[in-house]
C-alpha cells in the first residue's frame, strides 16, 4: 500500500506530507547518500571507525543494488525529495525465517519529525502481511532508544561477531 501518509507524530513536528514508496534502481544514490550522512555524522559519535567502515563497506552502491533483489526497500519522500528510507529483510531462510528492518535511516535534518516511524510503521506492515511472530532489528548504539519507542526489546540471545558493534533487538508482532 503505497501513498501518501500525514505525518501524525506528535513532536517537534507535525502536519508534513509524507510519501512512502518503494525505491527504485534509480533511487539508489540518492539512498547511499542518506545512509554515508548517518554514518560520517551520526553513527560516528557512537561506533568505532572500524565499525562504521564496516557499515560503508556493506551498504556500497553494488551491494545497495543487489539489496532490491531480496529485501523490500522503501523511500520516504517529502516534495519529491527523498528524505528517509527503510528496508524490510529475511535474514534467516525459507522455512525459518528472521525477518527484520534493515537500514532504517532519515536525513538528519530530518530527526526526530516523525519520518522514522512512519517508514518503521511501513516495515511493521510487511511483518504483519506475512505473519510473523518477531520482527528483528540490527541496531546501531545510536537508534536503540528509537526502537524502544516503537516496541523492541534488546534481545540479548541473538548471536553476534565481537567487533560488530550492533545490537539486536526483538518486538513481537501482532495482527
Known sequence: MQGQLKCIWQGRYAGCNVDVRKVKP????????????????????????????????????????????????????EKGKIIGTGAFANFGSVDMPKYSVSNLYVLPEWHYKGVGRILFNKLLEE????????LYVPSSKNAVGFYEKMGFSVDCGQKREKDDEIIWMTQRVFS
Open 26 to 77: 534509480e533511487d539508489i544514490e540518492q539512498i547511499k547518500l542518506i545512509l554515508d550522512r548517518n554514518f560520517d555524522e551520526i553513527i560516528s559519535k557512537h561506533h568505532s571507525k572500524a565499525a562504521v567502515d564496516k557499515f560503508k563497506s556493506n551498504n556500497s552502491l553494488e551491494s545497495l543494488l543487489s539489496q532490491l533483489n531480496w529485501k523490500i526497500i522503501y523511500a520516504a519522500e
Open 127 to 134: 511483518a504483519k502481511a506475512r505473519n510473523a511472530d518477531r
